[in-house]
């Protein structure tokens, strides 16, 4: 491509950029377009749903650093609850009351999330956390002008999910990262007393363990000292494995095993596997395909790429699992973020390749929006009727759970 093109092309990307800022600014405008968003947040404040995502992130932000203005641009609710169907259930009948007839909640794209459209306007997204889960996250979370907002250190743990899986929708990482670095900026983490971590000397069976794991190709979300060149001394080896047949190796150790199914989306389904009663080690079961390096030494060891492990110490510390790691959650994951930030710092300097800061390679398989969509229609297919019922929906798709007439499609 020539300079001359590419000129051109940086005009119409600015041009096209500039466009859909006087969209979004015109949308603002709408008057029916804000009374929706009214309705959404006088919902949020009486129900005291967490709401997540890029309207979460701009909330923590302080004016000097917000994304957009609320007052010029109307923002998108993502929101999480324990009874996504009640929910469903209440703010069709709020929208309703308030003189809207085109009402519709609908399935969203992945399991436990739904859609709510307003005269065709998407209204919010919901998603379901279980309830042990959401406790905690409601525990952490902020409120702000009355609407509760996921905390920072939740906001970080799904921007650094993003970062890790280099098979998954990597067109959004520029806004996520910049996001990410703002939060990380105005919010350090705050981790109390880190205490120095002991030594502790690796045991025979930590050993075979780990050499077992390399064997069968999992990727490791412990052995954060190799890191800095130092040793592993987790107590618990923690892997990931893509392979099912991965377990039977460990048992073949003399490891007892017990799985343990996903908690919503936070965790995936994990397998602890003890000795004597003592827990050993967990393998979690891939949901993506996640990013890891591997090392040279030890040889054929593949550890999680910081991305990675940064989201599973967060995930574990939002399910609140102490035993897997010997150090504070909090400490570790502080540790993590300063390391990767002087890491792309250095990167940057000595103009590294971006692989060594941004892994590519990955373990476990991404879904494609074709799979996701397959997966969409047979979930449809298969909780219509669930849906109907928990809805109380008659067969003229009337809701009667809250009130006589709203409609409600279910797909």
């Known amino acids: 491509m020539t300079a001359k093109i590419k000129e051109l092309v940086s005009l119409v990307k600015a041009a096209a950029a500039e466009a859909a800022d006087f969209q979004e600014r015109f949308a603002a405008e709408d008057t029916e ?43 998108d609710y993502d929101f ?27 399935f969203g794209i992945h399991e436990g999330t739904y859609k709510i459209f307003v005269n065709f306007r998407a209204a919010a997204d919901i998603t379901y956390v279980p309830p042990e889960i959401y406790e905690r996250v ?124 996903p908690l919503g989306e936070i965790l995936p389904p994990r397998t602890e596997l003890r000795h004597n009663s003592v827990l050993v080690a967990v393998v979690f079961e891939t949901d993506a395909c996640h990013s890891y390096t591997t090392l040279k030494r030890p040889a054929g060891y593949r550890l999680g790429s910081i991305d990675l492990l940064i989201q599973m110490y967060y995930a574990m510390y939002f399910a609140n699992i102490t035993e897997y790691t010997t150090e504070r959650l909090l400490c570790l994951i502080k540790l993590l973020v300063e390391l990767e930030s002087s ?20 373990i476990g398989h991404q879904p494609t929006m074709p799979e996701l969509k397959r997966a969409h229609r047979d979930r449809v297919e298969e909780k219509r009727d669930e849906l109907k019922a928990a809805l109380k929906i008659d067969d003229a798709f009337k809701l009667s759970r809250r009130s006589k007439s709203k409609q409600l499609a279910a797909q």
Request: with cysteine; hydrophobic share 40%.
């Open 33 to 75: 377009a804000r009374k929706i968003v009214d309705i959404m947040e006088h919902f949020l404040r009486i129900k005291g749903r967490v709401v997540y995502g890029g309207a979460a992130i701009n909330a923590h932000l302080s004016p000097a650093t917000k994304f957009y203005d609320p007052k010029l641009y109307l923002p």
């Open 80 to 106: 999480m609850t324990p009874d996504p169907l009640q929910d469903c259930a209440d703010l069709m009948s709020t929208f309703y009351n308030e003189g809207f007839r085109e009402v519709e909640a609908k």
């Open 138 to 261: 409601i525990r952490d979370a902020r409120e702000i002008a009355g609407i509760h907002y996921a905390s920072v250190n939740f906001l970080r743990m799904n921007m650094y999910l993003e970062l890790s899986r280099p098979a998954g929708m990597v067109s959004r990482w520029e806004k996520v990262y910049e996001r990410l670095l703002l939060l990380n900026s105005e919010y350090p983490i705050r981790a109390g007393t880190c205490p120095k971590q002991k030594v502790t000397t690796e045991t025979a069976l930590h050993k075979k363990i780990v050499a077992a794991g390399i064997k069968a190709g999992v990727v490791f979300l412990s052995g954060v000292g190799y890191l800095n060149k130092g040793k592993d001394t987790s107590r618990v080896v923690l892997m990931m494995s893509d392979k099912p047949a991965t377990i039977k190796e460990f048992e073949d150790l003399g490891l007892e095993a017990t799985r343990l199914e």
């Open 343 to 362: 890491r792309r710092l250095a990167a940057l300097k000595q103009k590294l390749p971006l692989s060594e800061v941004f892994p590519l390679e990955c």
